[in-house]
């Protein structure tokens, strides 16, 4: 069908999700932000993903949190909100907060917003005592946090090596940018994916039930969804490959074919076997991350890891 006779409705002109895939399209390679995915059916598939036995980040991270609830919880001051950048189901704070009697609020923050909604009444029915205040944001954008925190101290929390989903300029700006948010006297703990054997990362990212390739296809679903992209499901493949020198995981969706996908009435050409590079996934040595946050202007503190050393939760202090 010829690109003007498509009566697809156009896509609102001041979606980013529809400015960033048009430039990701016409990119050379082909690339699209990986806050993306999470779209009410993405933030599901994630959490069916921290269930695969492959999937070692999330076991190994509540690993640490349990055996360090209680110095973690020392971070917490009577009276004080704690943040959460991208919290999902926030399935990880529930084994902080008996360490946390003095938490007064916890504000967790998501680009997600039914799944966020959700998962704040989850959570505010199992612990009716704490004031649970959902912001729905893009995080790495300036963010208001709600009234009722603004004077008390703040813990911020960043768990399922989300930092690593940046690039480390980027990953560095995020990190000064949570450090303004959060404030003079803060403390931020942040989950970090470590270097490794690359046969456990591949294994991790090419589960064998197909989750994560469920996962990454969904970007194309929500296109279709939201941008009424003309994305055949079928014709493209999830590809999980670890780049040694940049030590980061790649995610691709690889075009099986040449083919034309169309966007608000432009045509984006795919070569066969040409990419979209959906999301980069970086791992870092422990000091390799204290180095990155000491640069974002935080002062790297204690550090834990699990007992087979795959992942790591560092405290910093601003
Ligand atoms: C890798 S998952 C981690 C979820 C959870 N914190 C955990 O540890 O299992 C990333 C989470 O961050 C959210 N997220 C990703 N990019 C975001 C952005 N730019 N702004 C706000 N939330 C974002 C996603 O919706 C998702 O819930």
Redesign the pocket.
Known sequence: MPDTARRAPLPPAQSPFAADLAAGLAARPKRL???Y??DAA??AL??EI?RQKEYYP?RA?MEILRAHAAEIGALVPEGAALV?????????VRLLLDAMPGLAAYVP????GD??TQAAAALRAEAPGLAVLPVA?????PFALPEAVRGRPLVGF?????IG?FDPDAARAFLAHARRTLGAGSRFIV?VDLVKDPRLLDAAYNDAAGVTARFNLNLLARANRELATDFDLAAFTHRAVFNAPARRIEMHLVSRRAQAVHLAGRAFPFAAGESLHTESSYKYTPDGFRDLAAAAGWTPGRLWTDAAGLFSVHVLAA
């Open positions: 932000a990986p806050k995915f999470y993405g933030s994630f959490e921290t999330t991270e959460e950048f991208g919290s999902g189901s926030s399935a990880k923050v998501d680009i997600s799944f966020l944001a893009d995080f790495t954008q960043f768990p399922g090596s989300t989903n989950g």
